[in-house]
């Protein structure tokens, strides 16, 4: 006699996998953007009689902006997905105008006459550039709360630490390949990217999935604040940790290895991390996100101590793959972590306050990275703190009164 099949082993996962990939698709090329402005960023200050010692200050006035407008952008995205039951205003706004922009920069770089009020207009177009760049990012992730159920989080997370990765990549393996395209050329490059991306998003028909409702979950600010505080105290940790790495680590490398290519060991790390995503989301939906990033911290504890000590190549590449591999799965975890916390209709303010900790974190090393990253015991001290916050935080978010409130 033959058996029905058990109708549960048939049963798909409650993922929107278009519509994921299409958000990894946008965060990759958001990603991408921001790799090719600073690449060309020096060559556009010195083309328009700035000195390139103007980059740093620039792009640190830009990560102060993003601490505010990252959760006003999700907060106003959230009003949207209330009122109309859709983030796509927030969302292409953003886009279009980042790209727009995008293309006007390059194209007033490719400009050989230029006076005090193109200057000037080319600064005005830089930071409102990175102002749209910081309206979408919240809002675009905020959307994985809506296409996952709460447990399977950590594979559509996945997705967007792997196209992160990959595009992050760029910078230290491609970079002379990047600059030789031209400021105009790649410029325009990355605006149809994130226009295609953003196409791609709408194209995937993206419904919610049909997820049971929180009870007793605040939905005011003020009633969210205790949630806000920790993502975005994650997200300052976690950031940390990584700007630590990669400022020290090619420094270190040019000091100690000669040999070797200073950026060649950052970009063996991130393609690590690219490799790690798949593997490491369903470590994390099998261990759950606490044990995972608990796990990912001693394993970053262990590689900034391995760190500081690099003497040859085989113990540049092996740490290197041994960090990569930890910020691997710890970022998959914690935006598991930070969307699980979240509402449908608050992802986007709790996000963008994730995001905000994140530009802390960038702002910080804008303003203190030579004191941050001194040889020895500042960095092992440093490291060590973050990591203790990240793992601190990871057991407030994680506890269950919390994750109740988090669920919808």
Not at 82 to 94: E, F, L, Q
Not at 166 to 194: N, Y
Not at 317 to 335: E, S
């Amino acid at each position: 006699m033959k058996t029905q099949p058990d109708q549960s082993l048939r049963m798909r996962s409650p993922i929107l996998w278009s519509s994921a990939w299409a958000v990894a698709a946008i965060y990759g090329a958001f990603t991408l953007s921001w790799v090719v402005y600073q690449v060309h960023l020096g060559w556009i200050l010195n083309q328009f009689g700035f000195s390139d010692q103007l980059a740093p200050l620039l792009l640190l006035c830009e990560a102060l902006l993003a601490i505010a407008l990252e959760p006003l952008a999700g907060f106003i995205s959230d009003q949207s997905e209330k009122r109309y039951g859709s983030r796509h205003p927030m969302i292409s706004v953003g886009v279009c105008l980042a790209s727009v922009l995008m293309i006007a920069i390059a194209t007033l770089a490719g400009s050989v006459d230029f006076n005090g009020f193109l200057q000037h207009g080319l600064m005005a177009l830089l930071v409102l550039w990175a102002i749209a760049m910081s309206l979408f990012r919240s809002p675009v992730l905020a959307q994985l709360r809506q296409f996952a159920a709460p447990q399977h989080l950590p594979l559509v997370t996945g997705l967007i630490t792997l196209a992160g990765a990959l595009a992050s990549a760029t910078s230290p393996l491609a970079e002379a390949f990047i600059f030789g395209l031209g400021t105009f050329k790649a410029g325009v490059a990355v605006a149809i990217l994130l226009l295609a991306a953003m196409m791609m998003l709408w194209s995937s028909n993206p419904t919610n999935l049909n997820v049971p409702a929180a009870h007793g979950a605040p939905s005011n600010a003020l009633g969210l604040m205790p949630k806000l505080a920790t993502v975005a105290g994650l997200g300052f940790a976690t950031t940390l940790l990584f700007q630590l790495v990669n400022n020290t680590f090619p420094r270190l490398v040019f000091n100690r290895l000669p040999g070797l290519s200073a950026s060649l060991p950052l970009g063996v790390l991130l393609l690590t991390m690219a490799i790690v995503a798949i593997p490491g989301s369903r470590l994390a939906l099998r261990w759950g996100n606490r044990r995972t990033i608990w796990l990912g911290c001693g394993a970053i504890a262990a590689g900034l101590g391995l760190l500081v000590s690099v003497s040859n190549i085989p113990m540049a590449f092996g740490t290197a793959i041994l960090l990569g591999a930890a910020f691997g799965i710890v970022a998959n975890a914690m935006l598991a972590i930070v969307l699980s916390l979240a509402s449908v209709q608050t992802a986007g303010l709790i996000v963008g306050c994730a995001f905000s900790g994140s530009s802390a974190a960038i702002s910080a090393f804008g303003l203190w990275g030579a004191e941050l990253t001194r040889p020895g015991f500042t960095i092992l001290g440093v490291g060590f703190t973050a990591l203790a916050i990240a793992a601190a935080l990871t057991l407030v978010a994680t506890t269950p009164s919390n994750h109740r409130l988090g669920s919808n």
